[in-house]
């Protein structure tokens, strides 16, 4: 499944993206290119999780505050203190090699009958030499599953003829026999020019320049030689700097996981999503910042259509965006915000909000959803697919919306999926699976009608979905959410008197 | 070879050279430089290379420098085949100009080299401690060429001005015009230490105080830009973060009261000697937040252009005109 930036700036996984720190070039390529775990590929997925789990582990072990053993459910050997300790500078020690690397892939995109420039043969060599270092420092940790370096020792080398490992390349002597000879004659030469008054060094310098170019010659031979040996091992090469971009990847995972306590996923047999304390990150930052919480949900969503409803700016769109990016996180290997979370694994998941903005391609707002939704029921003929719907139908007359909303609740119920759409129609949710609606303005708060909207809102709504019987009639709270928000009073008193 | 250069740079390090024109013998001083300072091991790289390479890509003129073993240069990856030195690659910066990424490297062997370095000037600070690093005596640059890009020249170190007769063909001009480019680069900060600490680290484009340092408010339109017409009247120190052009001088000049300008350094008063008169005659001062040192003036009475200075009068001229050693480097 592909991944647009639709629906990643939808579902809020850009802006969890925008926090992973991968340190190399090559790990920066692997989170533009997320693999996704579906169906059949559990095991896979379970790999991935354990090496997050594992790194996470040895991440905390290492830092200078470690946070109580993360809970990682995971089972690498059993470590002992010292060994953990151990693992954990060994990790430091791969995570510091990381950041040196320089990517080199655009170099072996070539005709292996052009030779390497002379950086160029710099830029490998010192790939060789970090690559050689990391490798020690990740020979001393416990492996990650999956991540297997191929050698390079040969081109190491073949590049570092005199075993010195320094960070330096020149074509020395030893790549041709005829190199020493020449240079040693050059060299003899160059003395005599510096000895030479400066008029009369012309016919020396002429001489030097033809072993110059002589010299030029042989190391192009060299280079060319050089060059044909190194490109036998692009295929190592290649699959060495994605294995690279991979083992980054795992710890800028494990990294982000610490930071914001993400917790990993379970993965449910049945088709059944179950959600404990979930959370949506973005929204919840944003909160915070203005000195708010999140109030985070439990969600049981089975096979079929769930249906949300609830008062105005009660949090219904974020828990659909909560469950979205939840899913995506996991199919795509990452630990989920949430205190638990077990999940199956889909062909695809889609988020359908009202509201596209721009670049709907010249659809209404109800155009686009109805083509979004006909694109998905297409596309996913035989697949299993999860699928979040804000307000599906809303943009269109109440009496047809809520009659194609009944009808698409039924029609989602007939396929293989699991559905969640949020409604403010009546009898919506009585032919869906299951119900939860916002608990609502519940509070009764006087005296505070100073305070910014926003605040005097959340302090009076309870944002936890409640489970409701099927056909709960929608919540009538708009009157008080416009009067909360401060609408016109000659307005309102129009609005109540129409009521 | 006599020592003509060397002792007026003194320990310096790095040393720029930079040409008030084009052709204004920068390289004939670079060399010169080199030879002078032939014991010791040299860093070179080059700033601004926009009209040389037009030269390179023709091939009317090779403006190489030739480096003996064991000395450190840093050129684009693309000037690397114009250099005949046995090399050794020691580094890649981050550095990136249309011939590729700067390398640093080091000739094993004597040899010549073509520098293209950072065509940014805080791209060169970074270079210079990476050359100290790799045990470089002495950091040699090859400046700019023109008066509108000398940003950042002597920022450390000195600089070594080269002028000739290609800027024009009137001499008394050329003097004129490296008089005024010297009396800039002899600019010195604010005496008041108050004023001084002020302008540390201060990054507002414009800012005005008190000639003590106490800061007053600038009167601002609703674009954000300053309206000069508002200030009050009385003295000033007035501070600008950019290049200070003739506008600027002629608004000041004309405000009815002394007035401080207080530029970041030499190299930002781009303004023309004219409206720099016309400020100073009314009462204007300027000052720099940061002093530039130029050790000397590199005369060449020669111009590319077929005509040509007494190379004696010239001197003359120069010396008479300027505080500074003036040499000429093709003398000796």
């Known amino acids: 499944m592909k991944l647009t930036l639709e629906l990643r700036e939808n579902a809020g996984l850009q802006w969890v993206l925008e926090r992973l720190s991968p340190l190399s070039p090559f790990g920066r390529t692997a989170v533009r290119e997320l693999p996704w775990y579906g169906p059949g590929t559990e095991a896979a997925l379970e790999e991935e999780l354990d090496n997050v789990a594992l790194a996470m582990r040895l991440w905390n072990a290492g830092s200078t505050r470690p946070q109580e053993e993360p809970d990682c459910s995971c089972g690498p050997a059993e470590l002992t203190p010292a060994d953990l300790q151990d693992a954990a500078a060994a990790l430091r020690g791969v995570t510091k090699q990381l950041p040196l690397f320089h990517d080199i892939r655009g170099s072996f995109d070539r005709d292996p009958g052009v030779p390497f420039d002379l950086v160029e043969l710099f830029e490998i060599k010192h790939f060789l030499v970090t690559f050689e270092r990391l490798e020690q420092a990740y020979a001393a940790m416990p492996p990650l599953s999956g991540i297997v370096f191929p050698s390079l020792a040969e081109a190491l080398e073949l590049m570092d003829t005199d075993g010195r490992r320094l960070p330096t390349f020149t074509i020395a002597n030893c790549y041709h026999n005829d190199l020493a000879p020449l240079r040693a004659e050059k060299a003899k030469l160059e003395k005599a020019i510096r000895m030479t008054q400066e008029e009369k060094r012309g016919p020396l310098l002429e001489k030097r320049r033809q072993l110059a170019v002589q010299e030029d010659q042989l190391e192009l031979i060299v280079r060319q030689e050089l060059t044909g040996r190194l490109m036998v091992w692009k295929e190592r090469f290649l699959s060495c700097m994605e294995t690279l971009g991979r083992l980054d990847l795992i710890v800028a995972k494990a990294k982000l996981a610490l930071r914001f306590g993400c917790v990993r996923p379970a993965l449910s047999g049945d088709k059944s999503i179950t959600l404990r304390g979930v959370r949506h990150p973005q929204v919840e930052e944003d909160l915070n910042n203005r000195g708010e919480r999140f109030t985070p949900l439990d969600l049981d969503l089975s096979k079929g259509c769930t249906v949300i409803t609830g008062a105005n700016m009660g949090g219904k769109t974020v828990s659909l965006r909560s469950t979205v990016l939840s899913l995506l996180l996991c199919q795509c290997g990452f630990f989920v915000f949430a205190q638990s979370a077990r999940l199956p694994l889909f062909d695809r998941v889609e988020l359908i909000l009202a509201d596209s903005g721009p670049g709907a391609g010249g659809l209404s707002s109800f155009g686009k959803e109805v083509h979004l939704l006909d694109k998905l029921l297409q596309e996913t003929r035989d697949q299993f697919f999860f699928v979040a719907l804000d307000e599906f139908a809303r943009g269109t007359n109440p009496q047809e919306g809520a009659a194609l909303a009944r009808a698409l609740v039924r029609h989602l119920g007939s396929q293989d999926c699991v559905a969640l759409m949020t409604t403010h129609y009546d009898g919506v949710s009585d032919v869906a699976g299951a119900h939860y609606q916002v608990a609502g303005l519940v509070r009764d708060i006087q005296g505070d009608e100073g305070d910014d909207p926003r605040k005097r809102i959340a302090r009076r709504m309870d944002y936890r979905l409640l489970p409701a019987p099927p056909g709960a009639p929608c919540p009538r709270d708009a009157l008080r959410v416009c009067r909360l928000l401060k609408l016109d009073d000659s307005l309102m008193e129009l609005f109540q008197a129409d009521l | ?332």
């Not at chain 2, 790289?45 to 009209?51: F, K």
């Not at chain 2, 005949?84 to 390398?103: C, F, H, I, R, S």
């Not at chain 2, 604010?190 to 105080?209: K, N, S, T, W």
Request: net charge neutral; proline share 7%; hydrophobic share 45%.
């Open chain 2, 1 to 332: 070879m006599e020592h003509l250069l060397a002792p007026l740079v003194g320990d310096a390090s790095p040393v720029t050279v930079i040409g008030l024109c084009k052709n204004a013998g920068k390289t004939t001083a670079m060399r010169r430089l080199m030879a002078e300072l032939g014991g010791e091991r040299l860093a070179l790289t080059s700033v601004g290379r926009d009209g040389e390479s037009t030269d390179l890509v023709t091939g009317t003129e090779k403006p190489d420098l030739y480096v003996k073993a064991g000395d450190l240069f840093a050129t684009a990856r693309g000037m690397l085949s114009l250099c005949d030195p046995t090399l050794e690659v020691v580094g890649l910066t981050d550095v990136m100009t249309p011939l590729g990424p700067v390398a640093v490297l080091r000739a094993l062997s004597d040899g010549y080299v073509q520098l293209a370095g950072p065509s940014a000037a805080g791209q060169l600070p970074p270079l210079t401690r990476t050359f100290l690093e790799l045990g470089a005596q002495r950091v040699l640059i090859d400046g700019a060429a023109g008066r509108k890009s000398l940003a950042g020249a002597g920022v450390e170190g000195v600089a070594l001005l080269c002028t000739g007769a290609s800027l024009d063909r009137d001499m008394e001009l050329v003097v004129a015009e490296t008089a005024h480019t010297c009396w800039l680069f002899g600019r010195k900060p604010p005496e008041e230490p108050r004023l001084r600490q002020a302008l540390d680290g201060l990054e507002a484009r414009f800012a005005l105080f008190t000639p003590e340092g106490e800061p007053l408010e600038l009167p601002l339109d609703e674009t954000g830009s300053p309206r000069w017409s508002k200030l009050p009247r009385q003295p000033l120190a007035v501070w600008a973060a950019g290049g200070v052009m003739d506008p600027l001088l002629k608004t000041l000049a004309r405000r009815g009261a002394p007035t401080t300008l207080i530029a970041a350094d030499a190299t930002h008063v781009l303004a023309g000697r004219a409206a720099l008169d016309l400020f100073l005659r009314n009462g204007g001062e300027l000052r720099v937040r940061r002093k530039l040192t130029i050790a000397a003036v590199a005369a060449n009475p020669w111009s590319a252009y077929g005509w040509h200075f007494e190379a004696e009068k010239f001197v003359q001229a120069l010396r008479q005109a300027l505080d500074l050693p003036v040499v000429n480097v093709k003398e000796a």
